[in-house]
């Protein structure tokens, strides 16, 4: 495997393929994501457009199996950034990670751990104080949830993370089957550095 580390307008080198992967992972539940290239590659922009935007990714035999993102809160998006401006937050202090993909045969490797790593040390080196993420709330019995299925909370808290109730956003998307984005709730998870 190989591992790559990029920053700020470095990231748009490998935006397809980190556009693709996000389709992929994104499409299981929880996120049920209908994700589009076009849609993947403009969002992008906001991580590549940022100074100290960050991404880590582990490749396989020239393949993005993995990646992780992370960028200073006061560049990512006003829906992301809202929860902690009504709440009075220094969106200076604060770091946010992006999404941390990985394809199911890679699993279980360690590199989750590698990834919240990878980011906290760019986050501590760059002096933020906060890091956080924030993950979709489906509810308990939504109809496509897996029987199988285990969220990452055990694994969130294990790492030092809380989730903040107060700390709420809404974000849109296009589900599976569905013709329509509708707006789904993410919880946001926060750890003092």
């Given at each position: 495997?190989?591992?790559?580390?990029?920053?700020?307008?470095?990231?748009?080198?490998?935006?397809?393929?980190?556009?693709?992967?996000?389709?992929?992972?994104?499409?299981?539940?929880?996120?049920l994501?209908?994700g589009?290239?076009?849609?993947?590659?403009?969002?992008?922009?906001?991580?590549a457009?940022?100074?100290?935007?960050?991404l880590f990714?582990?490749?396989?035999?020239g393949?993005?199996?993995?990646?992780?993102?992370?960028?200073p809160?006061?560049?990512?998006?006003?829906?992301?950034?809202?929860?902690?401006?009504?709440?009075?937050?220094?969106?200076?202090?604060?770091?946010?990670?992006?999404?941390?993909?990985?394809?199911?045969?890679?699993?279980?490797?360690?590199?989750?751990?590698?990834?919240?790593?990878?980011?906290?040390?760019?986050?501590?080196?760059?002096?933020?104080?906060?890091?956080?993420?924030?993950?979709?709330?489906?509810g308990?019995?939504?109809?496509?949830?897996?029987?199988?299925?285990?969220?990452?909370?055990?694994?969130?808290?294990?790492?030092?993370?809380?989730?903040?109730?107060?700390?709420?956003?809404?974000?849109?998307?296009?589900?599976?089957?569905?013709?329509?984005?509708?707006?789904?709730?993410?919880?946001?998870?926060?750890?003092?550095?």
């Amino acid at each position: 495997m190989e591992f790559i580390k990029k920053v700020g307008k470095e990231i748009e080198s490998i935006f397809e393929d980190l556009a693709k992967l996000r389709i992929e992972v994104f499409h299981d539940y929880p996120y049920l994501y209908e994700g589009t290239l076009d849609y993947e590659l403009e969002y992008l922009k906001t991580y590549a457009n940022s100074e100290k935007g960050f991404l880590f990714a582990v490749y396989d035999q020239g393949k993005m199996v993995g990646a992780t993102t992370g960028i200073p809160l006061k560049d990512e998006t006003e829906e992301v950034q809202t929860p902690f401006i009504e709440q009075n937050f220094p969106l200076d202090k604060i770091f946010y990670f992006g999404e941390s993909i990985l394809l199911k045969p890679y699993r279980g490797m360690g590199l989750g751990h590698r990834f919240f790593d990878e980011r906290e040390t760019f986050a501590k080196d760059n002096g933020f104080q906060i890091t956080t993420f924030c993950s979709v709330d489906r509810g308990e019995n939504h109809p496509l949830k897996p029987i199988d299925y285990r969220p990452n909370d055990i694994f969130w808290t294990k790492r030092g993370y809380s989730q903040q109730p107060d700390l709420v956003c809404e974000m849109s998307w296009l589900d599976i089957g569905e013709t329509e984005s509708t707006q789904k709730p993410l919880r946001f998870w926060l750890k003092n550095l």
